[in-house]
């Protein structure tokens, strides 16, 4: 079944729409196959196969687990993903920190996000210590690739505004805002001359702005969110003047950091209020330049 699965992702890649359409048409007929999700993610783990194939089985995953994942009716039948291979998934996924095609990395985020929508907390609940701990003793790529999932699965996850899921993430997320702002504190004094600690410092920065937005409930009774926003106010105090380029992870860190006061005073207007006047007179200040 690897083979011809292999066979037929490739023929997905084919430029030829005559040959293309039958390999996709074939690959969406399959999702409802068992083992089909769990030989894609065996293929994308499969480190002979080529890079393209391994990238668009990463796709196919995204989009069998988007389609999937819950039941569906087809045929006049429910399906779904079986409970059997959910469980290789979520354990395999995120084990998959060694991967080092960036494109398949992110496809792989997403496949973690969607899962992590539908399973966080009851199904899945150590998505996120597994992660964390990745983070905290792994090498540089495997740091690299937990935030990135973290990212992805925070961000799907603070999208839910509603339901039990929603009380889980404003739970745990200062746990996990404390972890990330002491890695991001000890990242950014080295960003500029460090570029691993520069892309620790943007990854570090995007999950907490989606924590401080929807998981803390009170940012303004938080010292630690105090401390860290005026970390973030001298950030940009300092670089403002080095006109740093927005194609560095330096230099997006500087816009990642003015979204992030933007959006969270977004979210949370009253938690916020009582740190928003220094920011205001540093973007004017910016502007009047």
Known sequence: RMHEL??????????????RQPAENLLQSWEIQPSY????HAVIANASVEIDVRWIASVCLKNCIIRWWHKRI??????SIREAEKAQLRTGLIIRLDEGHTPIAKQLALCIAKIARNDWPEQWPDLFPTLLEAVQSGGELRQKRALLYIHYAVKEISSKKIGPAR????????QMFSFLYSLWKSASVVALENEWASEVELLTLKVLRRLLSFGIVRPDLSPEVADFLQGLLQLLHVRRDMRLSLEAAAGRSVAKAAQLVKEAQHAQPLGMSVFLAPFLHWALATVER
Not at 7 to 16: E, G, I, Q, R, Y
Not at 167 to 174: D, N, R, V, W
């Open 6 to 19: 292999v066979s037929v992702l490739k023929a997905a890649l084919d430029p030829v729409p005559e040959r």
């Open 37 to 40: 999700p769990t030989s894609l």
């Open 74 to 79: 087809t045929s006049g039948a429910e399906v």
């Open 167 to 174: 009380k889980s993430f404003q739970e745990f997320a200062p």
